[in-house]
């Protein structure tokens, strides 16, 4: 443990994918990626969307792999070898190259013959069990009716909704049941940091701000957390609340947001429970409720998606916030929460 702590704690270096890469090369990966993307569909006719026949290639592994194999080294390499690295790996088997990092998407078989069809079992393996439903009943519950132990939670609200005070409040019962809270603040003005900070030390979490830390930015806090889902640390106990995503992803981008979304979801697989907070549109269905920002793949890749529904009292200086489960894999009902001034 104390090996890993001080690799995370490193100013100039993580550990990404079992493999010693400075920031400056991360860096340059994210800057090459479109490059690379571009060459990939050029080559194969592969679009990254729905519509095509593979799924979306995870651009940083890929490339951290290219740099590994035609860099037999862990120090940093310069502007121009990097470029030709690249130039080289990917016009080479580039196919053979990429296949690894694709999942290919369901697809029928060929035709088949009636007799080959079995009726009574086709669809056993998507099939609502009662093992199922029983991970329902017998979900653990940090916060009744709102966060599930391991699970990949997101809280949507419209601006100005109260997501960040009520989840400061939230932070205060988890710490108080000796969970490790981390709630990484990338939307925050000075103002709001200053009493988040004070609030932290006061209940015993973590506030990570990186635009706060000098030559700092949100790339630095999402570098550290893939490094921790590229690991084979336990984070069971672990709380990671990422106020806002939209911050941390383009939400209109979909490779880009199914990949972050993957990553959440192998810090869940280590025991991790992750919160996300993200905004509605300006947009309402026709029945008059609120949409989440982002594509589909926000609402497929997570656990709960639960907007929060605000309503202010001028009178009686308060705010009501009151949740509306929309996707949930546990027995969820709404639970409202007041916010006096």
Request: net charge negative; proline share 3%.
């Amino acid at each position: 443990m104390k090996a890993d702590n001080n690799i995370l704690n490193s100013e100039t270096q993580v550990i990404y994918q079992d493999n010693a890469c400075s920031l400056s090369r991360l860096n340059r990966l994210d800057r090459f990626g479109n490059i690379v993307r571009s060459r990939i569909i050029d080559t194969t006719g592969w679009i990254f969307d729905d519509e095509s026949p593979k799924s979306d290639l995870n651009l940083d592994d890929f490339l951290i792999d290219l740099v590994k194999e035609d860099q037999k080294s862990d120090t940093a390499i310069s502007h121009d070898d990097f470029n030709s690295s690249v130039e080289t790996a990917t016009q080479s088997s580039l196919e053979e190259k990429c296949s690894k990092y694709l999942v290919s998407d369901p697809k029928p078989p060929d035709t088949l013959e009636s007799s080959d069809i079995d009726l009574d079992n086709f669809w056993s393996d998507l099939e609502l069990r009662e093992e199922d439903v029983n991970k329902m009943a017998d979900a653990n519950f940090l916060i009744d009716n709102m966060l599930v132990s391991g699970h990949v939670s997101v809280f949507i609200s419209k601006a100005g909704g109260g997501k960040t005070t009520l989840f400061r409040y939230l932070c205060e019962n988890l710490a108080r049941q000796g969970l490790r809270v981390t709630y990484i603040n990338v939307d925050g003005n000075t103002g709001d940091l200053k009493r988040h900070y004070k609030h932290a030390t006061t209940f015993g979490y973590k506030v990570i701000s990186p635009d706060s830390r000098d030559g700092k930015n949100t790339r630095d806090a999402l570098v550290k957390l893939k490094t921790l889902a590229n690991s084979d640390i336990n984070l069971s106990g672990h709380v990671y609340i990422i106020d806002t995503l939209k911050k941390f992803v383009d939400m209109l981008n979909k490779s880009k947001l199914k990949e972050t979304l993957q990553m959440f979801r192998k810090l869940s697989v280590k025991g991790a429970t992750i919160v996300l907070l993200g905004h509605a549109n300006k947009f309402e269905d026709p029945d008059g409720n609120p949409l989440y920002e982002g594509t589909a793949d926000l609402r497929n890749d997570v656990d709960e998606l639960i907007y929060l529904i605000f309503s202010k009292d001028e009178i009686n200086k308060s705010q009501d916030i009151t949740t509306k489960p929309d996707k949930v894999r546990a027995t969820f009902e709404p639970v409202t929460y007041r916010i006096l001034f």
